[in-house]
């Protein structure tokens, strides 16, 4: 499931002849393949990163208490959980290095299993990997459950790269099942402020730490999440992880010792986009916009767009690309990069997410709504 070892070829390098075939393209090219954000980084965060710049002494890696009291009141606020203790708080350099190395940093290694989505972010695995545990793909904890060997699980809810919300009920069922075995959960829910469909529009994305999921109890639970996407800060790597105070504190020890800090400056950066809902509301409104371009578009150019309530991308297959039972080195997604290619669209290749993902393609909303709008014409010309 996209890599196999440390050190494998960086996956996204597989795409460079379709990125060459598509800037050939009279009107220049359409880059909708890669989640990276485009528009400008909110003025109060700014500001907040200007005011923070005088810091000639080490950071904490623990960070600021004024970033941990954000994180817990944002958790209350913003994700239903009312009970998040600052001291389980642990700002990261981003998100996807924590990604890459819990499975190190919880200490696992030969005999552990560890647990990814059957679509999922390729550094699941590699993590996994990294630690020398062995990896299990699976959606279902009916498949692993009462295996002792079992010690870390990775929900993605909003989906990287399919934008499938998990049901509360659906999480628990996770939950319980790990902590029969005690297997630490670990949920990555970057994505949940970007909901586009009911309920999760109304109701809010589910957080692992919620008490309808946890029970009540962050006992064995990490919920890890990102600024990057919500507030246009993939360029400061702000992210964090909450949960279990007795992990987060082990965690916390090790990054003292590996010098893993989050800067002072964008520490200070981070409480204000925490404190600061408007510009998540006015970015996820530029978001609906160009979605409500690129949907219909696709649909009109003989694509099935599945799942895909929430996330910065679309999941979508053209007719009659389908996947042969067991998957496919020759994955159907890759004729369909050679298409959009052809019209000066960039897309990601849905096998990079696993053998299961390889007849859909991933089409990202970060793009200017100049260029969103020149996908959906080419889309609809075709």
């Known amino acids: 499931m996209g890599f196999t070892a440390p050190g494998a070829a960086y996956p996204w390098d ?24 485009v528009d400008r980084t909110p003025d109060v965060v700014q500001d907040a990163l200007r005011a923070a710049a005088d810091a000639p002494g080490y950071p904490t890696a623990h960070g600021t208490p004024a970033l941990r009291a954000a994180v817990a009141e944002w958790y209350a606020r913003r994700r239903g959980v009312p009970d998040v203790d600052p001291d389980a708080v642990l700002p990261t350099v981003g998100s996807k290095e924590l990604v890459a190395l819990l499975p190190s940093m919880l200490g696992l290694g030969a005999g552990d299993v560890v647990v990814v989505p059957s679509a999922a972010y390729p550094t699941y695995e590699v993590g996994a990997t990294l630690a020398g545990a062995q990896v299990l793909v699976s959606d279902d904890p009916a498949e692993w459950a ?16 399919t934008g499938e919300v998990l049901g509360a009920e659906r999480m628990a ?11 630490v959960v670990a ?9 586009w469909t009911a309920p999760w529009v ?12 946890s029970g009540g109890s962050h006992a064995g639970l990490l919920s890890v999440y990102s600024l990057s996407k919500q507030s246009n800060l993939a360029g400061y790597r702000a992210g964090f992880v909450a949960g279990d105070p007795a992990i987060v504190d082990s965690l916390l020890q090790l990054r003292r010792h590996m010098g893993m800090m989050v800067p002072a400056p964008v520490q200070a950066a981070m409480v204000a986009a925490l404190t600061d809902d408007a510009h998540v509301a006015a970015q996820r409104a530029r978001y609906v916009a160009r979605r409500d371009v690129l949907l219909p578009a696709l649909r009109e150019a003989g694509f099935a767009v599945e799942h895909s309530e929430a996330g910065l991308y ?9 996947l042969p039972a067991g998957g496919s080195a020759d994955a159907p997604c890759w004729t369909t990069i050679a298409w959009l290619a052809d019209r000066g669209i960039v ?9 299961a993902a390889g007849a859909h393609v991933r089409i990202a909303l970060t793009a200017t709504d100049e260029r969103v709008a020149e996908a959906a014409r080419r889309l609809t010309s075709a």
Do not use: K, M
């Open 187 to 195: 949920s990555d829910e970057c994505y949940a402020e970007l909901p």
């Open 347 to 355: 897309a990601g290749p849905g096998v990079f997410y696993g053998p």
């Open 314 to 322: 679309l999941w979508a297959r053209r007719d009659g690309a389908d």
């Open 202 to 213: 109304d109701d809010g994305v589910p957080c692992v730490l919620a008490p309808r999921v």
């Open 146 to 161: 009462g295996r002792e060997e079992v010690a870390l699980v990775w929900l993605n809810s909003p989906s990287n790269p």
């Open 173 to 183: 069922a996770v939950v319980a099942a790990a902590r029969e075995v005690g297997a």
């Open 14 to 37: 597989a795409l460079a002849s379709h990125r060459e075939r598509a800037a050939q393209h009279p009107g220049g090219v359409c880059d909708l393949s890669i989640g990276t954000p």
